[in-house]
């Protein structure tokens, strides 16, 4: 696999702008994990290990070192750690020396509920802080489950889906990255499963969720944020679940700085493009102008992506 990034999309792929949103979406078939695992690629690669970038309409600080968080939500660390390696991104390295720290929202997370001896733990005082009030206003019941929390080495683990607990468990995570002395950048990838897997009624709401992202990019440079937008999601709305979903990811996206989204093909499959990206400018319009391009993209069976304009 080739280490550099696709040419097209080296202005994209900078560093955004301090308390920049970048929303990324996908479809099944279309998925967003190979641009993702490049925005990891430009944000932990030494500057001076990169290509000269032409400075994109201001998109970012392009010689700005940070330290990245990843939240996961659909895909374990492993995934993402076999991922990086091929694009010379050792992240087990770059956690030790406190550039990148992981957070499993996969492997545990409706474990919590239940303590060592199966009781399930007794309701914690409402909490203040990221989730906690909103939810003692909805009259929600708010528990702090034990058990989540950090493994060291920057791993960290959400073993419970109660807004309250997942807030906890994401500032800290912010918190102990950040004090090694780098700003943070925060990639979460698939929030929205936990909407779909903990919303319902009396359940997580979108409300709460961005309540809680938006405490979080208050002390982090910049997020970027990946969801499904698959047209039964985005265009049925016949169930509250399905309301919920669309109302969260239009509102992230008319809080996002850029928006960038997969989707197949109009005509079906073809052996050499895999999908087609729109890049386009979010409801933030208060940073630099987005140039807005569509691209289409192949993604190799070496996991090799190349990027480029229709007809060449």
Same mark, same amino acid.
């Given at each position: 696999?080739?280490?550099?990034?696709?040419?097209?999309?080296?202005?994209?792929?900078?560093?955004?702008?301090?308390?920049?949103?970048?929303?990324?979406?996908?479809?099944?078939?279309?998925?967003?994990?190979?641009?993702?695992?490049?925005?990891?690629?430009?944000?932990?690669?030494?500057?001076?290990?990169?290509?000269?970038?032409?400075?994109?309409?201001?998109?970012?600080?392009?010689?700005?070192?940070?330290?990245?968080?990843?939240?996961?939500?659909?895909?374990?660390?492993?995934?993402?750690?076999?991922?990086?390696? *091929?694009?010379? $991104? %050792?992240?087990?390295?770059?956690?030790? #020396?406190?550039?990148?720290?992981? @957070? !499993?929202? &996969?492997?545990? /997370?409706?474990?919590?509920?239940?303590?060592?001896?199966?009781?399930?733990?007794?309701?914690?005082?409402?909490?203040?802080?990221?989730?906690?009030?909103?939810?003692?206003?909805?009259?929600?019941?708010?528990?702090?489950?034990?058990?989540?929390?950090?493994?060291?080495?920057?791993?960290?683990?959400?073993?419970?889906?109660?807004?309250?607990?997942?807030?906890?468990?994401? *500032?800290?995570? $912010? %918190?102990?990255?950040?004090?090694?002395? #780098?700003?943070?950048?925060?990639? @979460? !990838?698939? &929030?929205?499963? /936990?909407?779909?897997?903990?919303?319902?009624?009396?359940?997580?709401?979108?409300?709460?969720?961005?309540?809680?992202?938006?405490?979080?990019?208050?002390?982090?440079?910049?997020?970027?944020?990946?969801?499904?937008?698959?047209?039964?999601?985005?265009?049925?709305?016949?169930?509250?679940?399905?309301?919920?979903?669309?109302?969260?990811?239009?509102?992230?996206?008319?809080?996002?700085?850029? $928006?960038?989204?997969?989707?197949?093909?109009?005509?079906?499959?073809?052996?050499? @493009?895999?999908?087609?990206?729109?890049?386009?400018?979010?409801?933030?319009?208060?940073?630099?102008?987005?140039?807005?391009?569509?691209?289409?993209?192949?993604?190799?069976?070496?996991?090799?992506?190349?990027?480029?304009?229709?007809?060449?």
């Amino acid at each position: 696999m080739s280490r550099t990034l696709p040419h097209h999309l080296e202005p994209y792929l900078a560093l955004p702008d301090e308390a920049a949103l970048v929303v990324l979406t996908g479809i099944l078939g279309a998925s967003t994990n190979w641009l993702v695992l490049r925005y990891l690629y430009s944000f932990l690669k030494a500057p001076a290990t990169l290509p000269a970038r032409q400075q994109p309409t201001g998109l970012g600080e392009k010689d700005k070192e940070v330290s990245v968080l990843l939240v996961s939500f659909l895909r374990d660390f492993n995934f993402w750690k076999e991922g990086a390696g *091929r694009l010379g $991104v %050792d992240l087990e390295g770059l956690s030790r #020396r406190g550039r990148f720290g992981f @957070v !499993d929202g &996969l492997g545990r /997370l409706f474990l919590g509920g239940v303590n060592g001896e199966g009781a399930a733990p007794a309701p914690a005082p409402v909490q203040r802080g990221v989730g906690g009030g909103l939810l003692a206003q909805r009259g929600l019941p708010v528990r702090a489950a034990p058990g989540g929390g950090s493994a060291g080495g920057g791993r960290w683990t959400i073993t419970n889906p109660a807004v309250i607990e997942v807030g906890r468990v994401l *500032r800290m995570a $912010v %918190d102990e990255l950040a004090a090694k002395g #780098r700003e943070v950048v925060l990639v @979460v !990838d698939q &929030l929205d499963f /936990l909407l779909a897997a903990a919303g319902g009624e009396g359940g997580i709401v979108g409300v709460e969720l961005r309540e809680v992202l938006l405490e979080l990019r208050e002390n982090t440079h910049a997020a970027v944020i990946t969801l499904s937008a698959d047209e039964p999601l985005i265009n049925a709305q016949t169930t509250g679940l399905e309301k919920e979903h669309v109302s969260f990811v239009m509102s992230l996206a008319h809080e996002a700085q850029t $928006v960038v989204s997969l989707r197949l093909l109009d005509t079906g499959t073809a052996k050499d @493009v895999s999908g087609v990206m729109r890049i386009t400018s979010g409801g933030d319009d208060s940073g630099a102008l987005v140039e807005e391009r569509e691209l289409l993209y192949h993604v190799g069976g070496d996991a090799g992506v190349r990027v480029f304009e229709r007809g060449q």
